[in-house]
């Protein structure tokens, strides 16, 4: 049993090394180009291996439309964020 909580144990490593690379690839374009021209490489500097280019997973690039995320900068924040409530 000990042999099948290691192997789930590596996929959700792997999991998360891929989630990560994701996320970033929104953040760094220049990750997204490196991956798409070797993806094997990429992902080995993820610490996933993968023997081709064909079993490597496709990359969506960007956030899909449904999704909008707004960076607030909290030095200076907006009317809207100064207006709420505080509950203390």
């Given at each position: 049993m000990a042999a099948l909580s290691t192997?789930?144990?590596k996929?959700?490593?792997q999991d998360w090394r891929f989630?990560?690379?994701v996320m970033r690839t929104w953040v760094?374009?220049?990750l997204a180009d490196r991956y798409l021209q070797d993806p094997v490489g990429t992902l080995a500097g993820f610490g996933i291996?993968?023997?081709s280019e064909e079993e490597a997973p496709e990359l969506?690039?960007?956030?899909?439309?449904e999704?909008?995320?707004?960076i607030e900068d909290l030095d200076h924040p907006s009317e809207q964020?100064?207006?709420m409530p505080s509950f203390g």
């Open positions: 192997q789930a144990e996929i959700k490593e989630a990560e690379l760094e374009p220049q291996v993968i023997r969506r690039m960007g956030l899909p439309k999704v909008c995320i707004e964020v100064a207006a």
